[in-house]
Nanobody
């Protein structure tokens, strides 16, 4: 059974940095796209970014230049490095994974439980 476990959330001041981790198990994750979504209170879940099985990345406009997704194949782990954080980045961040081509164009198959990120001013 596929499992995704996020870690690294917390509270940080405006302009600070955090790195989230997503540890995957139960699947052949070298062929999976892995990515991140977030949901702020009272708002819909939104796409943050994705890294393909080959390492190519794609980001939401709101985080381009500030957030970086990477992955460590040997550890089946993906990372979300968040820099220059803003109050509007406050949300629950969810890791997701999908083996299908275009899986992140819809709703990915697999999800983590989420981790809270709070940016205080």
């Amino acid at each position: 059974q596929v499992q995704l476990v996020e870690s690294g959330g917390g509270t940080v001041q405006v302009g600070g940095s955090l790195r989230l981790s997503c540890a995957a198990s139960g699947g052949t994750f070298s062929i999976y796209a892995m990515g991140w979504f977030r949901q702020a209170p009272g708002k819909e879940r939104e796409f943050v970014g994705v890294i393909s099985w080959s390492g190519s990345t794609n980001y939401a406009e709101s985080v381009k230049g500030r957030f970086t997704i990477s992955r460590e194949y040997a550890k089946n782990t993906a990372y979300l490095q968040m820099n220059s954080l803003k109050p509007e980045d406050t949300a629950v961040y969810y890791c997701a994974a999908d083996p299908r081509i275009g899986g992140f164009n819809g709703v990915p198959d697999y999800w983590g439980q989420g981790t809270q990120v709070t940016v205080s001013s």
